[in-house]
């Protein structure tokens, strides 16, 4: 015998999921014949190892048996792992001395051939064996919570997560890096489906979240660097100039009025109007202070002007001032960092940019804005005329492989919404072109219904191109849209004064590199990947970051609102916890072995190693630090090891699962050294 | 025939199969058509087709076969190739087309369609360049119009003497010095192709 | 600058214009241009209409002799003029490349033939893309001896050059630039033509007469609602479909089109100060001469002041800005 530990292998049937293809009595009896050298004293298998009948084997054989190691062959870690530790543990042992092998994911569902998965499934429960005999007692560590909270992005998921949060009595610093918040739900006019005054439902959220005891607002401002971890995570963030005195600014805008330049605003009009360069980006912007657009002030350009400081009553315009980095302890961090728009140009045959009167869907909410560049009236880009006919598509640049392959989600609703709008503004003939109608939550469908009423025409077909290359009478000075009607089956081209695109959502341009920020990963599209789609969807694989809204993936208000909620919920959770157990799953350094060469320290995803420059050695936090073992494959000195996973312990695993071949032949011995020559 | 009883007569997946098959490349994507109508909203001659190229996808999947190697549609594809770069999908309509032209001459359905002529130019001008190597124009025309278009050819008359005034007609065909090797290299890629269901169908 | 050139049975002929064109260019750019010995026609659209595997061993034919006979300059170029060579060129070297199934086959058919081909060992590249990546616009306008100022053309592109986009580096499929910005360079006005790529008819004018008119018109039509003085093209089949079924339009539609098509080398050549006929003006349908008269020896003026839009107008989008 190579151990003195009595160790007990559970077999799960998982149903039939595992039953199904892996002969599980076989592989019990195996265990407990074929391993008995090895330590096994009991092996069993049952239905649904999970219940808590099952449990209660395990349980009873710990107490009765006196195991000293579990072996359980079930589902994966991921899902059950914290099961099995519980029922060790109420038996008195310490929960680390369990292990799990999947015999449903690495082997059921991924096998055809039910031998072979039997034999692998015996492979695997020997490697278990194997290692678990190496196993340690561990502690869980704990880390304390700090109270405070940094939410990043001061859109309409970020306000409301940090009033959530504020109104639980914790702070919270919203950082915000346009000069408001209120992200892009303050530019639209109407909200589907009930065509809710966006303003209206909007800014009373920014005031509260503005005037609120325990929020610090940080507009203008960027969020640099994050060290630290859950619990404990120290921001750095960049208040960006904005020449402004905040302390005695009163925000009576004289020096907007007073400001001779004016620019385009391609952030908050989306290119549609234009902004002084000084200016705040709407009237009812939070916080009121407006910002100097250092590239187009007249002063910062040439040294020549100073209209506002001079008009200025409180002396609050200041040239000199400069970026300031402030840092913020919290304990979590919530990002609802948002989207951007697809830009509508990679499409060059729908014609933005080349043609006047076709406008993204950014600008055409602008445009119906009551506070926008033409106060409301939907008209051409001369800004007079009233457009007779007006197209409006769906999908651009969305379930498209040449852009993005995704639905975006929002757009069919909004094209509607644009469709009624139109109507009830100009009363023009108004075309939808669309590949299939998604109008899938609560009182979509009925909003459809109404715009259908309205004698909105809709052609089920994506429209091919946008050209002013007119053809036949009646197209002349025309915008010809061309598609296929595909109820029949022919190639219509509709003449229209105004198009609109319903440009899909992208993930901000520097999702990645704000991930790499974070510590957390995005898909391959750019979005910010939750820690499970459907059952933990604003938390992410590292602990403590939490995302809301459409930095996870395209959504509308109503879901980005309930990510907001969520993620405070979750938020608020940890911080009355108080203090977070962790996974004792670490890597440590051995120093006498580091040889301070840094292979690892970029290598690691959560930022948890940091380099020692005067000791010349590397250094593990072991609360930032999830056991992923990147670090302990990349030392070349083998000088990181880790709890549950030291190089001993993977050698043994390694030995376990080399018994046998596919067809469940021996092909090794077991600790050849103690078989008698 | 209609449409219904074709449809219930051959087995869906199999045509699909079929034209998947005889498409040469990498994946055609057929099958992954979500009838977007990019295709033929995009195509140039789409007005004038029997079937938008959406259409004959969906018959393709229907299993339709003899209405789809009946239709004019892949005839009257100019090869533009407008639909191939803006589908959605990336399916090769393009290259679809062209697999749906052999296997409508292999079956000998193409003589119903409207466009029962096109094969015969192709097939003619196909003759020229196996004899000789090189298209021949004055020969293609007079023999492919006085065919099938005895008056149209001599309307096509006109124009073909202010190609020979202008010195843009041969009225001899130029013959390659290698023709015997093309025309071994020809045979032998007949062969092989007919023996090969990424040909769809060969002569 | 060294290629290997596959004129294409066009160039031989019909579209000697184009040959004689490029010819005389090259000349004067110092691009040496050494002919395929014993190349064979491409199959146009038409063998693969027929039967795909002869069609592929039809091209690859050029192929091989191509690499075999090794004069191609550097990294092995083959330059083809006409679009429809230079797409069954480029299909028949990325379809070898991406399916070794067919690439064996199509090799097995030309080992009868004493011929191998070794896939992607020849770069197949269009005309116009040597003119205008490798000797570059500004080595181009060096050479612009007669500027072609107040000539009003429509660049022309067709399908085949842009679509499918084998070789994408160097074309937008949808709306190119590239030969706009070379005949901007001869001093040409260039007008935003809109059906640029769109499609000539190719074959279509054998196959179903009144629906390659049409095609042909709406070419027409855009290029006189654009005033274009001319049209210009990169292709023999654009150009003889455009040129000289022009008049069967008028006929068909009633309309009175008088638009000459000319190739782009042609109005090259004219700009470098080549004499007219070493660049085969004269063979086409549409006399090209009076829309020639039209070039002034002096650039037109600009207007002094750019007219400010009225101030309630929008603001256009920026149509390169971070693009």
């Known amino acids: 015998m190579s151990t003195k530990e009595k160790i007990g292998v559970y077999i799960c049937h998982c149903g039939s999921n595992i039953a199904g293809m892996v002969d599980v009595e076989d592989v019990a009896k195996w265990s407990g014949e074929e391993l008995a050298d090895e330590g096994v004293i009991v092996a069993r298998d049952y239905q649904f190892m999970c219940s808590s009948l099952g449990q209660e084997l395990i349980e009873d054989d710990i107490k009765e048996k006196g195991l000293t190691r579990v072996v359980v062959g079930a589902c994966s870690p991921h899902l059950h792992e914290a099961t099995f530790r519980g029922a060790c543990q109420r038996a008195g042992l310490n929960p680390f001395l369990c292990e799990m092998v999947s015999l449903r994911e690495q082997v059921s569902w991924v096998l055809t051939d039910k031998k072979v998965a039997t034999a692998k499934s015996k492979a695997l429960v020997a490697g278990g064996v194997e290692r678990v005999a190496l196993h340690e007692p561990l502690e869980p560590l704990t880390v304390p919570i700090h109270p405070a909270t940094l939410v990043v992005g001061g859109g309409i998921a970020g306000i409301q997560a940090a009033l959530e949060i504020a109104d639980s009595g914790h702070h919270v610093y919203l950082v915000e890096r346009d000069p408001s918040i209120g992200g892009h739900m303050a530019q639209f006019d109407k909200t589907f489906p009930t065509l809710d005054c966006s303003a209206c439902i909007l800014t009373p959220k920014m005031v509260s979240a503005g005037n609120h005891p325990n929020i610090t607002l940080l507009s203008w401002s960027e969020v640099e660097q994050v060290d630290g971890y859950v619990g404990n995570f120290t921001a750095t963030i960049r208040k960006k100039a904005r020449y402004i005195d905040e302390d005695l600014c009163t925000g009576c805008g004289v020096c907007i009025e007073k400001c001779p330049k004016k620019v385009i605003d391609n952030v908050f009009e989306a290119g549609l109007g234009y902004h002084k360069a000084v200016d705040r980006p709407f009237p009812q912007a939070v916080p009121k202070y407006p910002v100097i657009d250092k590239d187009n002030c007249i002063y910062f350009q040439r040294g020549k002007c100073r209209a506002c400081e001079i008009f200025c009553p409180t002396k609050a315009i200041d040239f000199e001032q400069e970026d300031e980095l402030i840092q913020v302890q919290v304990g979590n961090i919530i990002l609802a960092t948002g989207f951007d728009l697809f830009d509508s140009r990679r499409i060059p045959q729908y014609g933005y940019g080349r043609l006047a009167n076709v406008f993204t869907s950014l600008e055409f909410e602008r445009m119906c804005n009551a506070a926008g560049p033409t106060n409301g009236q939907v008209v051409l880009r001369d800004g007079v005329t009233q457009p007779k006919s007006v197209a409006i598509v769906h999908c651009v640049g969305s379930r498209d492989k040449n852009y993005n392959s995704y639905c975006s989600n929002i757009c069919c609703m909004q094209s509607l919404k644009f469709a009624h709008l139109v109507k009830e503004r100009t009363g023009a003939e108004v075309y939808n072109f669309y590949i299939d109608m998604r109008t899938i939550f609560k009182d979509y469908e009925e909003f459809y219904q109404k715009v259908l009423s309205e004698g909105v025409h809709f052609i089920r077909g994506r429209v091919a191109e946008i050209t002013d290359a007119a053809r036949e009478p009646g197209e002349e000075d025309k915008l010809i849209v061309q598609a296929e009607d595909t109820f029949i089956g022919k190639q219509r081209r509709i003449p229209v004064d105004m198009v609109v695109l319903s440009a899909g959502l992208e993930p901000r341009s520097d999702s990645k590199e704000v991930g790499h920020t974070f510590g957390i990963s995005c898909s391959m599209n750019g979005w910010f990947t939750e820690k499970h789609p459907k059952l933990d969807p604003v938390a992410t694989m590292t602990e403590g970051i939490f995302i809301a809204g459409a930095c996870q993936g395209p959504k509308d208000i109503p879901a980005s609102v309930a990510q907001g909620a969520a993620a405070a919920a979750r938020v608020l959770g940890r911080i009355n916890q108080g203090e977070l157990a962790l996974e004792p799953v670490r890597a440590s350094v051995i120093e006498e072995l580091c040889s301070g060469c840094r292979i690892c320290n970029t290598l690691c995803p959560f930022n948890a190693i940091s380099f020692d420059t005067v000791r010349k050695i590397t250094e593990i936090n072991a609360a930032l630090c999830q056991g992923c073992g990147t670090c302990v494959a990349a030392c070349p000195s083998e000088a990181i090891t880790g709890t549950q996973f030291s190089n001993a312990q993977v050698l043994a695993q390694l030995d376990g699962l080399l018994m046998l071949d596919f067809s469940g032949k021996p092909v090794r011995q077991l600790h050849p050294e103690l078989v008698p020559a | ?203 | 600058m060294k290629y290997g050139y596959y004129p294409g049975c066009s160039l031989e002929r019909n579209a000697i214009a184009y040959h004689r064109s490029a010819m005389a260019v090259a000349d004067a750019l110092d691009i040496e241009f050494v002919e395929v010995d014993d190349w064979n026609c491409c199959g146009a659209t038409e063998y693969i209409s027929i039967d795909a595997l002869p069609a592929y061993a039809l091209v690859a034919r050029n192929l091989a002799l191509a690499s075999q006979q090794k004069q191609n300059g550097n990294g092995n170029q083959l330059v083809a003029p006409c679009s429809a060579c230079y797409l069954n060129l480029q299909k028949t070297n990325h379809y070898m490349a991406d399916s070794p199934e067919l690439a064996q086959q199509v090799n097995t058919a030309l080992q009868a033939g004493g011929l191998n081909y070794d896939p992607g060992s020849v770069r197949v590249r269009h005309l116009l893309d040597i003119l205008t990546q490798d000797v570059g616009y500004d080595a181009v306008a060096e050479k612009v001896t007669k500027p072609l100022y107040n000539l009003r053309i429509a660049p022309y592109y067709g399908c085949l050059i842009v679509r499918p986009g084998f070789d994408d580096t160097y074309h937008n499929p949808e709306y190119p630039t590239c030969l706009d910005e070379l005949m901007r360079k001869l001093g040409a006005t260039v007008v935003d033509y809109p059906v640029k790529t769109h499609c000539c008819g190719g074959h279509m004018t054998q196959i179903s007469e009144p629906v390659a008119l049409d095609l042909i018109r709406r070419l027409l039509k855009n290029a006189a609602d654009y005033q274009a003085d001319a049209i210009v093209t990169l292709c023999p089949m654009c150009q003889l479909n455009l040129d000289g079924y022009q008049e069967a339009v008028n006929k068909h539609f009633g309309t009175n089109y008088q638009i000459p098509i000319l190739y782009f080398t042609q109005l090259m050549g004219l700009a470098f100060g080549i004499k007219p006929k070493k660049l085969g003006f004269g063979k086409e349908f549409v006399d090209a001469r009076p829309a020639l008269a039209k070039i002034e020896a002096e650039p037109p003026k600009k207007p002094k002041k750019r007219k400010r839009p009225p101030k309630e107008a929008l603001p256009m989008p920026n149509l390169t800005e971070g693009m």
């Open chain 2, 1 to 203: 025939m209609s449409a219904q009883s074709s449809a219930s007569r051959a087995s869906p997946s199999s045509f699909i199969d079929e034209v998947i098959a005889a498409t040469p490349g990498s994946d055609p994507h057929l099958d992954l058509c979500v009838q977007c109508g990019t295709c033929g909203g995009s195509c140039p001659s789409g007005p004038d087709m029997e079937h938008t190229p959406r259409q004959l996808f969906a018959m393709i999947n229907a299993g339709m076969k003899e209405d789809v190697l009946r239709s004019n549609t892949p005839w009257y594809c100019v090869s533009c190739y407008y639909c191939m770069v803006r589908c959605p999908q990336d399916v090769h309509i393009t290259d679809i087309m062209y697999s749906l032209k052999r296997m409508a001459i292999k079956e000998g359905m193409f003589q119903e369609s409207t466009a029962a002529d096109a094969p015969d130019f192709s097939e003619t001008f196909i003759d020229f360049v196996e004899q000789y190597g090189r298209s021949f124009e004055l020969g293609l025309a007079t023999r492919y119009h006085l065919k099938h278009h005895p008056l149209g050819a001599v309307k096509m008359a006109g124009f073909g003497l202010g190609m020979l005034l202008r010195g843009r007609m041969d009225l001899t065909p130029t013959k390659i010095e290698g023709i015997a090797q093309l025309k071994t290299i020809l045979a032998r890629a007949k062969e092989l192709g007919a023996d090969s269901s990424k040909n769809g169908g060969g002569q």
